[in-house]
């Protein structure tokens, strides 16, 4: 699975950005695709999930702010992103999963991520 990303941008606080992500390879075997990102000096950060039944999941703080949706969870997703702020700078990255006969336990694709800048 190759994940490609783009949308990558420098808003103003309380602006949006939209990211696509486009998905090729063994696209059947991907059962969600989501978004996480990576500041400066911290950790890797999830955000948003959608399975491929369309249902989603969110990091508590980008909760009403930002909204995953997919074509069927395989093929692409995009991450629309409303009221920024300057803490939501950072790199976002890609996330795609597929399965594996472990329960529980998926395998990890990641695009090459994109840089989002919000300014104060």
């Known amino acids: 699975v190759q994940l490609q990303a783009s949308g990558e941008g420098l808003v103003q606080a309380g602006g949006s950005l939209r990211l696509f992500c486009a998905a090729s390879?063994?696209?059947?075997?991907?059962?969600?695709m989501g978004w996480f990102r990576q500041a400066p000096g911290k950790q890797r950060e999830f955000l948003a999930f959608?399975?491929?039944?369309?249902?989603?999941i969110y990091q508590d703080s980008v909760k009403g702010r930002f909204t995953i949706s997919g074509d069927n969870a395989r093929e692409s997703t995009f991450l629309q992103m409303n009221s920024l702020k300057p803490e939501d700078t950072a790199v976002y990255l890609c996330?795609?999963?597929?399965?594996?006969?472990?329960?529980?336990?998926?395998?990890?694709?990641w695009g090459q991520g994109t840089l989002v800048t919000v300014s104060s």
């Open positions: 996330n795609a999963q597929t399965p594996t006969t472990k329960p529980g336990v998926s395998n990890y694709y």
């Open positions: 390879g063994n696209i059947t075997s991907i059962n969600g």
């Open positions: 959608v399975r491929e039944d369309q249902s989603t």
